[in-house]
């Protein structure tokens, strides 16, 4: 997300980041909340990790988490969930199943394991 993604966004959004810092251009993420064009920021990730006290930091109207999002109860109920579901499937083993995945091919087994964009 650089400045013309942020140009993109409705005026006074807000700006949610739980993916990747270095998906985020910090300076155009700064201008765009100094400007008011953002209302403000939520951030659960940044780069490099942990970011030093800058700019972002000192903005009102931003809020830096450590990477926890992911660390809900709901979260958390829903990845043990995830992980039974996967461990009750055959386990996929093999040279056949792994230059597959190198070559970057997918069965239907690995679809359903592994969602990929295409």
């Known amino acids: 997300m650089g400045p013309t993604e942020f140009d993109l966004m409705k005026p006074g959004a807000y700006f949610i980041n739980?993916?990747?810092g270095g998906l985020v251009n910090h300076e155009?993420?700064?201008n765009s909340l100094l400007s008011g064009r953002l209302a403000g920021a939520g951030l659960d990730v940044?780069?490099?990790e942990p970011r030093p006290l800058d700019a972002l930091?000192?903005?009102s109207n931003v809020i830096i988490s450590p990477h926890i999002a992911?660390?809900?109860r709901t979260s958390c109920c829903r990845s043990y969930r995830r992980c039974?579901?996967?461990s009750a499937r055959?386990?996929?083993v093999g040279p056949s199943h792994t230059a597959g995945l190198l070559r970057g091919s997918r069965?239907?087994?690995h679809q359903a394991l592994l969602p990929v964009r295409e």
């Open 57 to 59: 930091s000192d903005l």
């Open 46 to 48: 940044q780069w490099p």
């Open 107 to 109: 069965t239907s087994t």
């Open 90 to 92: 055959p386990q996929l």
């Open 28 to 30: 155009a993420l700064v």
């Open 84 to 86: 039974s579901k996967m």
């Open 70 to 72: 992911g660390g809900s």
């Open 18 to 20: 739980t993916a990747r």
